[in-house]
């Protein structure tokens, strides 16, 4: 004990003095001062990495420990399994005074001891501790730590210490794994805590799942307390393939036994196989006994090459023996069979010879100073020194001047904006964030919010304003100009709104265009999922129409000509892919630059106005399907525009479009089955793939309401005249130098600026 001791002052008096050194600028690595991130003491188990913390902090040396050591083998385990036990029985005077003394709630002797002496003072302390019960019972763990440690000020008392840090990173570590561990009852958790406590004994390699916990070994290694510069304490384990500046190894000349876990297992190995001996003379049989030794001292061995080989420019390491008390006085023999002194005085031995050999401390200490003195030199400094292990506590590291002149404060780093997930819907909606939920929005089973599907009650004055323009002026009159009176059945009586939109794009989600047999379970499951209620008929009237009306939608909409022989029942349900998600990247994308491109190319929306997109544009596109061997986007639209066929003219749906920037939903929806088309479909040529993007606003689209001609240009399917289309019909396929030259602007958004 006396040795590991001198050997952690040593170390750390030589520690102190190099960062004095380095601080003058007397030690230099390369071209700067040495740091305290340059040097690492390394260790073999926890036990030994707080001992140097201790040493360290003593000479005003702060570090940081990096240990796989288990978390509930630390010192805070001990001291909360005892506040938790004080918790759990606010009664026990015993459990609530030890609960008191624990560095945490840091009470000392002097107060215990008044404490214990004064019956009413020890009640109002009792309460305190039954009302951290009663929170445990009604809120949970983790509300009553957090109580606990805000009535008691824990963090401020553990900071205050040198291992502060390092203890209340052990606490708040606990209190997380033990909130994970969600064990039903105090009694229950207490269990818990004291089981874990129990496997191993916290050194390198011990413990794993014992009771079923969800709590790993990983998750139950000792966290980093801090990213400072300090020096640092490593688990030789883990030091493995890495290198420090200066290394630190004290406590290599170690040879006592490590302590095992009790029990009555002992492990072995038979050649190549792992035994795990259970029976109950296992401890007392010589040659297994000899055989964990052997294994033992192989394992010493690699990890004494590890350790000795992660120093870049300088190792220390304290050599020799230590005595051992013994009946007769002392002994040195543990020590001088240790690894170290066989490597240097073993001359040739075997390691099982070495271990029969007793060889006195003089002679090993002989075999040191020759080695040293045969090591040669380097640059013209002696590869090796030896000196006598210093015994003192050394200087402490002087505390960094107050007064120094400081450097002028620096503005932080502008950090950038961090990346999102747009969609049409944000974009159009200038600054409203993605997922905000417009209008005739809804919710996929995913959990992610969807962009805004239909927007009734947004469109509703925009309609009315176009069906104002579009009516005959004074002592003109039509046919088409006279009102209609739908009949009880027609789509166009169906309640209107969000909801009814949602209703709506169900149904043709769940239906098979081709199959009128799917028809009505398709609309009772719709209708069950979204209610409606017509308004002014009762509420039986409402429950027959209802299905009448979604029922002959359907068949208009199937039947309905799409231009050219394009209708929906020719498209099986097996060609088409509803609802079709898509991500694309959109690193840097901002409004006025995809403004003034759909300018350029002919796409009136309205001013864009949302904030710069860096992240990615998502979608879901209603409806994609294939037909005569070409591939077309189809999105569905529920708003009510009026109730003749001229409400759902081209004129009036080239308004509706216009107003919600409907063009850039469809191009980023072309562009979108473009790029997927591309990578899965052999031989995609744009032009001969892609039929086009088809708005159905399904209340105007049925077979009897035809527009005299097509409106647009581009959506002849190469079958038919393009003017046999229904009315509530846009068809549109973007040209292919658009569709190319959009893809161009995002794929530049994609490159560094």
């Not at 296992?282 to 394992?299: S, Y």
């Amino acid at each position: 004990e006396a040795a590991l001791a001198r050997a952690a002052t040593a170390s750390a008096a030589e520690i102190a003095r190099l960062l004095a050194a380095g601080a003058a600028e007397e030690i230099r690595i390369g071209d700067r001062a040495l740091a305290p991130a340059d040097i690492a003491v390394l260790v073999r188990s926890h036990r030994q990495g707080a001992r140097m913390r201790r040493a360290l902090a003593a000479v005003g040396v702060g570090s940081v420990e990096l240990s796989q050591a288990r978390v509930f083998h630390s010192d805070d385990a001990e001291e909360l399994e005892c506040v938790l036990r004080a918790v759990n029985e606010p009664a026990h005077r015993g459990y609530a005074l030890a609960a008191l003394a624990t560095v945490a709630m840091g009470r000392d002797a002097a107060s215990l001891a008044r404490l214990a002496g004064d019956d009413a003072a020890l009640a109002t302390v009792l309460e305190r501790f039954a009302g951290w019960r009663e929170t445990w019972l009604a809120r949970g763990l983790g509300v009553m730590l957090r109580q606990w440690m805000a009535d008691e000020n824990i963090a401020a008392r553990l900071l205050a210490r040198a291992d502060g840090e390092r203890r209340l990173t052990n606490l708040t570590h606990l209190a997380e794994l033990l909130q994970q561990a969600d064990r039903a009852t105090p009694e229950a958790l207490l269990r818990f805590l004291s089981a874990r406590r129990a496997e191993g004994s916290g050194e390198e390699g011990d413990g794993g799942e014992s009771d079923g916990s969800a709590i790993g070994s990983e998750a139950a290694q000792l966290r980093l307390e801090s990213d400072r510069n300090l020096v640092r304490i490593v688990t030789i384990h883990r030091a493995k393939g890495l290198e420090y500046g200066i290394v630190f190894c004290p406590f290599l000349f170690d040879n006592h036994p490590a302590r095992g876990g009790g029990g009555p297992m002992r492990a072995w190995h038979d050649g190549h196989r792992l035994v795990l001996d259970y029976r109950r003379d296992a401890a007392a049989d010589k040659d297994i006994d000899a055989q964990r030794k052997t294994e033992r001292q192989a394992e010493d061995m690699r990890l004494t090459y590890v350790a000795l080989t992660r120093a870049i420019h300088r190792c220390y390491l304290v050599v020799g023996c230590y005595a051992k008390p013994t009946k007769a006085g002392s002994s040195h023999t543990e020590s001088g069979r240790g690894l170290l002194n066989w490597m240097t005085a073993g001359g040739g031995m075997d390691k099982t010879a070495w271990n029969a050999h007793k060889m006195a401390p003089a002679e090993i200490d002989a075999h040191w100073r020759q080695l040293a003195a045969t090591a040669g030199t380097l640059g013209g400094v002696p590869a090796m020194l030896l000196e006598d292990l210093p015994d003192g506590g050394g200087t402490p590291l002087p505390p960094a001047d107050a007064h120094a002149a400081k450097p002028a404060a620096q503005k932080p780093p502008t950090i950038p904006p961090g990346w999102r997930i747009g969609s049409f819907s944000a974009l159009i909606a200038g600054a409203r964030e993605e997922g905000a939920r417009g209008e005739g929005s809804r919710e996929k089973n995913t959990g992610d919010v969807e962009e805004a599907r239909d927007h009734d009650a947004q469109a509703s004055a925009i309609d009315q304003r176009a069906a104002r323009s579009d009516a005959p002026g004074e002592g003109e009159s039509g046919k088409e100009s006279d009102a209609l009176s739908p009949a009880a059945d027609d789509i166009l009586r169906f309640p209107r709104g969000p909801a009814a939109g949602d209703c709506i794009h169900a149904l043709f989600e769940q239906a098979d265009f081709t199959d009128e047999t799917t028809w009505a379970p398709a609309i009772a499951a719709t209708l069950a999922e979204h209610p409606q209620r017509l308004a002014d008929v009762s509420e039986e009237e409402s429950v027959q129409r209802l299905p009448r009306m979604l029922r002959r939608l359907l068949a208009d909409v199937s039947a309905a000509p799409l231009g050219g022989s394009l209708r929906l029942a020719d498209v099986p349900r097996a060609r088409r892919l509803v609802e079709l998600a898509f991500h694309r990247p959109a690193p840097r994308l901002g409004a006025e630059q995809l403004d003034a491109w759909l300018a350029a190319h002919g796409y009136r929306v309205p001013p864009l106005a949302f904030a710069p997109l860096s992240g990615y544009l998502k979608g879901y596109i209603d409806l994609v399907f294939e037909h005569g061997g070409r591939f077309f986007v189809l999105d569905w639209k529920s708003n009510h525009l009026g109730d003749r066929p001229a409400d759902y003219a081209p004129p009036r749906l080239e308004a509706a479009l216009h107003a919600h920037g409907y063009p850039l939903q469809h191009l980023l929806y072309t562009l979108a089955l473009h790029r997927h088309l591309g990578r899965s479909l052999p031989g995609y040529d744009y032009e001969r793939h892609f039929g086009g993007v088809l708005y159905l606003f399904v209340r105007g689209v049925r077979p009897g309401w035809r527009i005299g001609e097509a409106f647009d240009g581009e959506v002849s399917d190469g079958e038919a005249p393009a003017g046999e289309m229904s009315a509530g019909v846009f068809r549109h396929r973007p040209p292919a130098s658009s569709i190319a030259a959009l893809d161009r602007l995002f794929a530049a958004t994609e490159q560094p600026a």
